[in-house]
């Protein structure tokens, strides 16, 4: 064999080799990824008119007209797969990055609550109203602080510390289990949130 037809055949195993790892790379086509939610998506909230606060996929459009990207964990939605810290987490960054026209980080964080904890809270509404008042410090946090995970079982909390842009720091205690029925069996959501 020759030394071009050497190198030739490394060219081409390399190039088929790339073209394979495609879908590791974000290319290709990548299976899809299993969700569970049979909460409906709320509608009761009012619909944002002309363009400021219109929604699209993961951008949206600001008081200004300036295009605004929205994170992808606001599309994100349970599945069994996750770990709890990961729950907790993905929850935290929804409502860090909440708009409040659309609210998409608060539907995401109820789209992670176990059905016990909607049964508390009750319509999706009262949820919203709950995270405005209760819970306004985890709306457009600057900064967050993620605590030790302490897993017992099927129960996992984690301290979670938020920052807001005065630099006020406001602690709590993010609960999560694992889910032992249907729809939900083997997923972890979000049974309560209570300041620490």
């Given at each position: ?16 080799f ?18 569970i ?16 606060g219109?929604?699209?996929g ?8 300036s ?12 599945n ?20 409040p026209?659309t ?19 009750g ?20 900064g ?15 301290p ?37």
């Amino acid at each position: 064999m020759t030394r071009s037809r050497a190198v030739r055949l490394g060219v081409v195993c390399a190039v088929a080799f790339l073209a394979g790892c495609g879908a590791l790379f974000g290319g290709g086509q990548s299976p899809a990824d299993p969700t569970i939610t049979p909460a409906t998506v709320p509608t009761d909230e009012s619909e944002a008119t002309g363009t400021t606060g219109e929604y699209w996929g993961n951008v949206s459009v600001d008081a200004n007209g300036s295009v605004v990207t929205q994170p992808r964990v606001l599309e994100l939605r349970p599945n069994c797969e996750r770990p709890p810290g990961l729950v907790v987490h993905i929850q935290v960054l929804a409502l860090q990055n909440n708009d409040p026209a659309t609210n998409a980080g608060i539907n995401t964080t109820w789209q992670f609550a176990s059905p016990s904890n909607r049964d508390l809270t009750g319509p999706y509404s009262n949820f919203v109203r709950t995270i405005e008042s209760g819970f306004e410090p985890l709306l457009n946090a600057t900064g967050v602080r993620y605590g030790p995970l302490d897993r017992d079982g099927d129960t996992a909390t984690q301290p979670v510390t938020v920052v807001d842009a005065n630099g006020t720091t406001t602690s709590y205690r993010w609960t999560v289990e694992k889910q032992t029925a249907g729809p939900y069996e083997g997923c972890w959501m979000t049974a309560g949130v209570a300041p620490a």
